[in-house]
């Protein structure tokens, strides 16, 4: 696999997937003694809590959300903490086109943010009971009697298992054990009448189970682990992940009940992580484009245009395509969505001094660019390059 | 996959290309060309709940002209189409469409337990998943099940995409101005960047690649402009620019468009007839646009809309939302006609209609004939709709 890289190359690897890129809240990391360092560094920041919330912030407002967070994405507090609330969010996909009121997409977000470290057991039973969640998946149709399977296949198969690990009587059986679990304005609520109290066999597992009862079983089903340390490799590492390293993975995660803090210190300490292979092999999302090109640039705000460009990137916050979140590779990357990509290139790179966007290259790119990257930069007038290297293939990925 | 040509393609092609032209395209190795599909598909939504009633009209029912005590269309105003059947005055310039069976009527299209909500019916519409919480679009998962290497498989004349072409994959894009696709002026360099694809290796190359391709078709697009004619309102102005989309020959499998206005609460005949009106003439020339332009038998066009309205009319001279209606399909090699069964009016469920064809089987009808494609993976088990010839 090649000699892993070292400090610098390294930490900007490691920056790049676990920070969107190096920019605020970084130096320290970048400045660290070594690469050891670096890692508990950026596992200390998923105990960071955010900035303060603007006076004026009314999550009802259109596009709020979606603006507050990326403001907080680029303000860079607690880097590791809203990388995790970004995977989550894509992972436990809801949408504003069906919940529509922000409220409660927040509140949500802001549990992927302050738990998505924490026991992935703990995880899923907070989305169980958040009320976004409910209202996607139809927790309140869920009644005894009159079972509304939609959280309990979604949770067996996009959540926590995958298929094939399951029969459509686990499914049926967990959509009882769920049944109900609800909502009452913008809380959970459970309604003791129309909760379906009889005996369930689920996962190879008898018992009277009620909601709670059926997440330890999933969770606990030999295909969990697996499944989202897979999950958290193609995010954080590379779009087909060596199986022995999920393999040590899983190792992780069972020596620490399932806490995602440490199968992420796994996973970044482990040697495989910086193979140079693995460098650059991971696609951009539209957020991870712009959040990491304002970083780099010192934007405390995405200027409106890039913002407002987003849909048209193909991806707003808030609104994944589905319950089965985003795509990933280089399908983002078509004829629309190019164009909107090297736009947003230029916009981002505008009002920043030479000196930093010098700055900004180099803490992306290191002293040596990838050949074909340094040719065309060192051809074009200084003030260009910046646009430039945020529009070039490499900068693409991560 | 290789691209499929049957004999009436090859024949077009080669009258249109001539024979030699014809290899190179064949045996052109980049895969954009294994995206070829039969026909394009033209989705044309009417939002807010088309009128089925007052669209395609039971004139001669009693109950109908009970109903509708200000709305009712008599048999003088109506454009006959069958025995009891006739189309809204406004629809007039379809007639010759009809007569040479360029287009055909599905009557009474919906799905089981109707939804009154425009979101959600629009949603079952789209993604064809009425009884799931909804995944992609039915026309996003039809492309998943054909992959391709295309840059760019379908385009909605909107701001926002919508529900339909959703995808695993996002090879679809939102079209307002063709100028959006023009490259920023100061990154002419980036298309060197991109060119440069064979310098690269591993993910580098295959972005490269990628953006190369995307590149060299949005430099296609953003150098087209809007057909010109008569084109009418703002459905013109997306059929004027779907229309250079598809002159300008790039493999395109679906187009859609939205009509807005349906929603006929009150006052509903002058604004219906309006409506209608603009349609039927801007679809009159879309259909003979696309013909001089020997694009006829590559597309279908089709027009639905997310439900019907009440049988009664309200007391504001409208009518609220209900729920099935009659869907338009023009296009070359249609059976043509009247297809399905117009509801029944002396037997309604809570005031509305029961419908007689389930719109996935027009969907059905779509997958085989201009994707050449099993509709089961994409729709389950369905039967195709005897749409086509």
């Given at each position: 696999m090649g000699q892993p890289l070292a400090p610098p190359a390294a930490i900007a690897h490691l920056l790049r997937r676990?920070?969107?890129?190096?920019?605020?809240?970084t130096a320290e990391m970048e400045s660290a003694p070594g690469y050891e360092q670096a890692v508990e560094r950026v596992l200390a920041t998923v105990d960071e809590p955010p900035d303060l919330?603007?006076?004026?912030?009314?999550?009802?407002?259109?596009g709020t959300i979606q603006h507050t967070w990326l403001a907080r994405l680029l303000a860079g507090r607690g880097a590791l903490a809203e990388r995790l609330a970004f995977f989550w969010h894509g992972h436990f996909a809801t949408s504003q086109a069906k919940v529509t009121d922000g409220p409660l997409l927040w509140r949500q977000m802001e549990l992927f943010r302050s738990?998505?470290?924490?026991?992935f057991e703990d995880l899923v039973l907070a989305v169980s009971r958040d009320v976004a969640m409910v209202r996607f998946l139809d927790g309140n149709a869920?009644?005894?009697?009159?079972?509304?399977e939609n959280y309990a296949r979604e949770l067996m198969e996009l959540f926590a298992l995958g298929r094939g690990a399951y029969s459509e009587h686990d499914v049926r059986e967990l959509a009882r054990a769920f049944s109900g679990w609800g909502s009452r304005h913008h809380e959970f609520v459970f309604t003791e009448s129309f909760h379906d109290a009889g005996a369930k066999t689920l996962l190879g597992h008898s018992g009277s189970f009620d909601g709670e009862a059926a997440v330890k079983i999933v969770v606990g089903h030999p295909a969990c682990a697996p499944f989202v340390c897979r999950k958290l490799a193609r995010f954080f590492l590379a779009p087909e992940p060596p199986e022995p390293l999920i393999e040590r993975l899983v190792v992780a995660w069972r020596a620490t009940d399932g806490r995602v803090r440490e199968v992420l210190r796994a996973l970044f300490l482990d040697p495989e992580f910086r193979a140079?292979?693995?460098?650059?092999?991971l696609v951009r999302s539209p957020v991870e484009f712009v959040v990491a090109a304002a970083r780099l640039a010192g934007?405390?705000?995405?200027?409106p245009a890039v913002e407002g460009s987003l849909d048209r990137l193909g991806q707003v916050l808030f609104r994944?395509?589905?319950?089965?979140g985003w795509t990933s590779g280089?399908?983002?990357?078509?004829a629309g969505t190019l164009v909107e990509r090297l736009r947003a290139a230029q916009v981002l790179a505008e009002g920043v001094s030479v000196s930093a966007a010098e700055a900004a290259i180099l803490r992306e790119?290191?002293?040596?660019?990838p050949p074909a990257l340094r040719a065309v930069l060192s051809a074009a007038p200084v003030e260009r390059r910046l646009a430039l290297a945020f529009a070039s293939p490499e900068f693409q990925l991560a | 996959m290789t691209p499929r040509l049957d004999r009436r393609e090859l024949l077009g092609l080669g009258v249109s290309l001539g024979g030699l032209a014809l290899f190179p395209r064949c045996l052109?190795?980049?895969?954009?060309?294994?995206?070829?599909?039969?026909a394009t598909v033209v989705l044309i939504h009417l939002v807010g709940g088309n009128d089925g009633l007052n669209t395609l009209?039971?004139?001669?029912h009693k109950r109908y002209r009970s109903a509708r005590p200000t709305l009712a269309l008599g048999r003088e105003a109506v454009v006959p189409l069958s025995e009891g059947l006739g189309l809204?005055?406004?629809?007039?310039?379809l007639a010759p469409l009809w007569e040479k069976r360029q287009l055909a009527i599905v009557a009474g299209v919906g799905y089981p337990q109707?939804?009154?909500s425009h979101f959600r019916s629009t949603e079952i519409w789209q993604?064809?998943?009425?009884?799931?919480?909804?995944?992609?679009?039915w026309v996003g998962r039809a492309l998943a099940e054909r992959?391709?290497?295309?840059?760019?498989r379908a385009v909605a004349l909107a701001r926002e995409q919508p529900l339909a072409f959703t995808?695993?994959?996002?090879?679809v894009a939102t079209l307002t101005?063709?100028?959006?696709f023009r490259l920023p002026?100061?990154?002419?360099e980036v298309a060197r960047l991109y060119a440069t694809s064979g310098e690269r290796t591993g993910a580098a190359g295959a972005v490269a690649a990628a953006g190369e391709r995307a590149l060299a078709l949005a430099h296609k697009i953003s150098r087209l402009s809007p057909a010109d004619g008569p084109w009418q309102g703002p459905l013109g102005e997306d059929l004027r620019k779907a229309l250079s989309l598809l002159e300008a020959d790039l493999d395109l499998e679906a187009l859609h468009l939205s009509f807005g206005?349906?929603?006929?609460?009150?006052?509903?005949a002058r604004v219906h007839g309006e409506l209608l009106g603009a349609l039927a003439q801007n679809l009159a020339l879309w259909q003979a646009r696309l013909e001089r332009a020997k694009l006829a038998e590559r597309v279908v066009t089709v027009v639905y809309s997310e439900f019907g309205r009440r049988v009664d009319e309200n007391a504001s001279a409208g009518t609220d939302h209900g729920s099935a209606g009659p869907v338009f399909v023009l296009g070359n090699g249609l059976t043509g006609g009247l297809l399905g069964t117009q509801p029944?009016?002396?037997?309604?469920?809570d005031g509305n209609l029961r419908f007689t064809t389930d719109f996935r089987r027009i969907y059905a009808a779509l997958l085989r004939?201009?994707?050449?494609?099993?509709?089961a993976p994409v729709l389950g088990d369905v039967t195709p709709l005897e749409l086509f010839r």
């Open positions: 676990a920070a969107f890129s190096a920019g605020a809240g919330l603007p006076a004026d912030f009314d999550a009802y407002r259109p738990q998505g470290a924490g026991r869920n009644r005894k009697g009159h079972p509304n140079p292979a693995h460098a650059r092999s934007h405390a705000e995405l200027p994944p395509p589905s319950v089965k280089t399908a983002w990357l078509t790119f290191g002293a040596t660019p | 052109r190795a980049e895969p954009a060309a294994a995206g070829r599909v039969r009209v039971p004139y001669a809204h005055p406004s629809l007039r310039p109707p939804d009154f993604t064809a998943q009425p009884e799931r919480a909804p995944t992609f679009g992959p391709s290497a295309s840059p760019l995808a695993p994959e996002p090879t101005d063709f100028g959006r002026a100061g990154l002419e206005g349906f929603d006929t609460h009150a006052a509903q029944a009016l002396d037997d309604l469920d004939h201009a994707w050449d494609q099993d509709p």
